[in-house]
């Protein structure tokens, strides 16, 4: 569940689904509740901003990070929570491809 698009087959899975947050990075729009980013603490709302060490500025740059990624690694995201302006740091271990 990344993007619309859908990632290349060989990119890990996130549970997500994003769209574009005006170049702020990609806001998200579903997370289930079973996967490492519901477990990492995103939610509905949040706007990733960075993944991986890598700045996040809309769909193609956060799938272009991802796919830099192992299936289970342990990534760290950045994101801002819905309704705050902190930018807040989370790990979280990447499913299988």
Same mark, same amino acid.
């Given at each position: 569940?990344?993007?619309?698009?859908?990632?290349?087959?060989?990119?890990?899975?996130?549970?997500?689904? +994003?769209?574009?947050?005006?170049?702020? *990075?990609?806001? +998200?729009?579903?997370?289930?509740?079973?996967?490492? /980013?519901? /477990?990492?603490?995103?939610? +509905?709302?949040?706007?990733?901003?960075?993944?991986?060490?890598?700045?996040?500025?809309?769909?193609?740059? $956060?799938?272009?990070?991802? *796919?830099?990624?192992? =299936? $289970?690694?342990?990534?760290?995201?950045?994101? +801002? =929570?819905?309704?705050?302006?902190?930018?807040?740091?989370?790990?979280?271990?990447? *499913?299988?491809?």
């Amino acid at each position: 569940m990344v993007p619309s698009a859908g990632p290349p087959p060989s990119v890990p899975k996130v549970g997500l689904e +994003i769209v574009d947050a005006d170049g702020r *990075g990609v806001r +998200i729009i579903n997370v289930r509740s079973d996967a490492a /980013a519901y /477990a990492a603490g995103l939610r +509905i709302g949040d706007i990733i901003v960075q993944f991986n060490g890598m700045t996040v500025v809309d769909k193609k740059s $956060f799938v272009s990070a991802l *796919g830099q990624c192992k =299936p $289970f690694a342990v990534v760290t995201v950045l994101y +801002i =929570p819905l309704g705050q302006g902190d930018v807040v740091g989370a790990n979280m271990r990447l *499913g299988p491809v």
